[in-house]
């Protein structure tokens, strides 16, 4: 596929030389290894570029990388764009099954893994890797591999070049696979402009961000690195969540804008160390990639402040729409996922695939540069997600006047009970409502009377006894007879994917078990 030239802007490479050459001296980076200037992040970009070339490493050739969150992941991935190469993350909290058909289904000819934290799993993945005739480094010294570092420093001082082309493929990101094996969704140089464009016109990040950087940067998170040095700012970078530590790092370092799934807001907000910290830094709080109880979420605008706004997008496409902080002052859009993107086009269809008139509930359809070229090596699939020049997200979604969404729940997600049609979010947010609920999850399990049977799993909040009979009551008196579960399971914590998200097939199987 060729772009013309006057229609294609700027590559991943002179989008980034731009961004890092503005403020040399500034600090791109901070870990607890020391600070990383803009100037030495371009520096060390230029190094792997040369290390990669001279391995072999051609145009159209892939790199897959485990990492965790630090300066060097993130380098890495440039350099690769920017040769011409295209990249593919492998879930740092991903399994080895999943992680090793990934190597062999990207069609990659290195992998570069992280010694720091994941060096067990890297040692075992690089004997795969090296066995297939794959090109193997390590980050930094290690016992298994060679390391990029002292590569780097082999070389000496290195240019950062430019060598991709709009046309070249860029990056494989693979879907969870929480319904059969990942799926690899690819999208080529010209496709990332428009995102990052995007989040720099809708986003409200703040002036020369101070952003906490916490879960995996191969995902979501980091798809604000660019735009926070786009704005002159700092990436602090935190590799695991320990609330206490999060709390304590935003009061230390000042952070004013971070990004979090709901379910690390519930477990600061039940933190005892969210009283005594100051957060007042805080200007931009982004949550996404699962929907957030409103009553959890009331409780946050209350407590933390109004620095709230909701992200919505997909592996597929992202972003697609975000609710700002003044919306969220919004009672009736406490629940909205906003209004699209700039260079988002949606619709909302129904079973026919008719356009469906504002406020009814349909399938969420999307175009846009910033979506995916497609699944990679899998046409058939694709033809079946991208229809009439449309991708069908899967979401079922409604419009209102006003012209914001409201995601209703996922389509396969959705529970038919006695012919009904039960959408499990608005099943949680009535569970979430009642003051002895920290977190709820809802399912449906089979069941020869009604179909399927609606389930829930709860955790409650601390110091909180069962009272399961009270919170049933309390549900039906909110959502009737029909959505109410037939089953009220208490448990420690909630099983989440290695996206986030609340794994509801590994709920099902535990009540379908007995376990």
């Given at each position: 596929?060729?772009?013309?030239?006057?229609?294609?802007?700027?590559?991943?490479?002179?989008?980034?030389?731009?961004?890092?050459?503005?403020?040399?001296?500034?600090?791109?980076?901070?870990?607890?290894?020391?600070?990383?200037?803009?100037?030495?992040?371009?520096?060390?970009?230029?190094?792997?570029?040369?290390?990669?070339?001279?391995?072999?490493?051609?145009?159209?050739?892939?790199?897959?990388?485990?990492?965790?969150?630090?300066?060097?992941?993130?380098?890495?991935?440039?350099?690769?764009?920017?040769?011409?190469?295209?990249?593919?993350?492998?879930?740092?909290?991903?399994?080895?099954?999943?992680?090793?058909?990934?190597?062999?289904?990207?069609?990659?000819?290195?992998?570069?893994?992280?010694?720091?934290?994941?060096?067990?799993?890297?040692?075992?993945?690089?004997?795969?890797?090296?066995?297939?005739?794959?090109?193997t480094w390590s980050f930094g010294p290690s016992d298994f591999a060679?390391?990029?570092?002292?590569?780097?420093?082999?070389?000496?001082?290195?240019?950062?070049?430019?060598?991709?082309?709009?046309?070249?493929?860029?990056?494989?990101?693979?879907?969870?696979?929480?319904?059969?094996?990942?799926?690899?969704?690819?999208?080529?140089?010209?496709?990332?402009?428009?995102?990052?464009?995007?989040?720099?016109?809708?986003?409200?990040?703040?002036?020369?961000?101070?952003?906490?950087?916490?879960?995996?940067?191969?995902?979501?998170?980091?798809?604000?690195?660019?735009?926070?040095?786009?704005?002159?700012?700092?990436?602090?970078?935190?590799?695991?969540?320990?609330?206490?530590?999060?709390?304590?790092?935003?009061?230390?370092?000042?952070?004013?804008?971070?990004?979090?799934?709901?379910?690390?807001?519930?477990?600061?907000?039940?933190?005892?160390?969210?009283?005594?910290?100051?957060?007042?830094?805080?200007?931009?709080?982004?949550?996404?990639?699962?929907?957030?109880?409103?009553?959890?979420?009331?409780?946050?605008?209350?407590?933390?402040?109004?620095?709230?706004?909701?992200?919505?997008?997909?592996?597929?496409?992202?972003?697609?729409?975000?609710?700002?902080?003044?919306?969220?002052?919004?009672?009736?859009?406490?629940?909205?996922?906003?209004?699209?993107?700039?260079?988002?086009?949606?619709?909302?269809?129904?079973?026919?695939?008719?356009?469906?008139?504002?406020?009814?509930?349909?399938?969420?359809?999307?175009?846009?540069?910033?979506?995916?070229?497609?699944?990679?090596?899998?046409?058939?699939?694709?033809?079946?997600?991208?229809?009439?020049?449309?991708?069908?997200?899967?979401?079922?979604?409604?419009?209102?006047?006003?012209?914001?969404?409201?995601?209703?729940?996922?389509?396969?997600?959705?529970?038919?009970?006695?012919?009904?049609?039960?959408?499990?979010?608005?099943?949680?947010?009535?569970?979430?409502?009642?003051?002895?609920?920290?977190?709820?999850?809802?399912?449906?399990?089979?069941?020869?009377?009604?179909?399927?049977?609606?389930?829930?799993?709860?955790?409650?909040?601390?110091?909180?006894?069962?009272?399961?009979?009270?919170?049933?009551?309390?549900?039906?008196?909110?959502?009737?007879?029909?959505?109410?579960?037939?089953?009220?399971?208490?448990?420690?914590?909630?099983?989440?994917?290695?996206?986030?998200?609340?794994?509801?097939?590994?709920?099902?199987?535990?009540?379908?078990?007995?376990?």
């Open positions: 596929m060729e772009i013309p030239a006057h229609l294609s802007g700027p590559t991943i490479g002179a989008q980034y030389r731009r961004i890092l050459e503005r403020h040399p001296d500034r600090i791109a980076f901070q870990d607890d290894r020391g600070p990383q200037t803009y100037a030495a992040v371009q520096s060390l970009i230029g190094g792997y570029q040369a290390v990669l070339e001279r391995s072999g490493l051609r145009r159209g050739d892939g790199v897959a990388a485990l990492g965790g969150n630090r300066y060097e992941v993130w380098a890495l991935g440039i350099a690769v764009q920017s040769l011409g190469l295209y990249v593919t993350w492998l879930h740092p909290m991903g399994g080895q099954a999943d992680q090793l058909f990934q190597l062999e289904d990207a069609r990659v000819s290195a992998l570069v893994v992280d010694e720091l934290h994941h060096a067990d799993r890297g040692r075992e993945l690089v004997r795969a890797a090296a066995s297939a005739g794959l090109r060679d390391d990029l570092e002292t590569a780097v420093r082999q070389t000496g001082p290195q240019e950062f070049r430019d060598e991709g082309r709009p046309e070249d493929l860029a990056i494989l990101n693979y879907t969870g696979g929480t319904t059969g094996r990942p799926k690899g969704v690819s999208r080529r140089q010209f496709n990332l402009g428009p995102a990052m464009a995007d989040i720099l016109a809708d986003f409200e990040i703040p002036d020369r961000p101070r952003y906490l950087l916490i879960p995996p940067m191969s995902h979501v998170a980091g798809s604000k690195v660019g735009p926070v040095l786009a704005r002159g700012g700092t990436v602090h970078l935190m590799n695991g969540f320990d609330p206490a530590a999060v709390l304590e790092a935003i009061e230390r370092e000042r952070i004013s804008m971070t990004l979090l799934v709901p379910t690390m807001i519930y477990v600061l907000l039940d933190h005892p160390d969210l009283d005594e910290r100051d957060v007042s830094s805080l200007e931009y709080v982004l949550y996404g990639t699962s929907p957030m109880s409103e009553s959890r979420l009331q409780e946050a605008l209350a407590r933390i402040g109004p620095v709230f706004g909701q992200l919505y997008g997909q592996t597929e496409c992202y972003p697609i729409s975000v609710l700002s902080r003044e919306d969220q002052q919004v009672p009736q859009l406490l629940l909205s996922c906003g209004k699209p993107v700039p260079s988002v086009d949606v619709r909302i269809l129904g079973a026919m695939g008719e356009d469906l008139p504002r406020g009814e509930a349909g399938e969420l359809c999307v175009r846009g540069r910033s979506a995916m070229d497609g699944y990679w090596q899998r046409d058939d699939t694709t033809a079946e997600t991208i229809v009439d020049g449309w991708l069908r997200t899967g979401d079922i979604a409604r419009m209102d006047e006003a012209g914001y969404l409201f995601i209703v729940d996922r389509s396969k997600d959705m529970i038919i009970s006695g012919g009904f049609n039960v959408f499990p979010r608005e099943v949680e947010d009535a569970l979430m409502s009642h003051p002895a609920v920290a977190q709820a999850a809802v399912f449906g399990i089979a069941d020869e009377k009604w179909g399927e049977q609606v389930t829930a799993a709860v955790v409650l909040r601390d110091g909180q006894a069962d009272q399961l009979d009270d919170i049933t009551a309390h549900v039906r008196a909110l959502k009737g007879a029909v959505q109410t579960p037939k089953v009220i399971r208490v448990v420690d914590r909630l099983p989440q994917t290695a996206v986030g998200k609340v794994d509801r097939r590994a709920l099902r199987g535990m009540v379908e078990s007995g376990d």
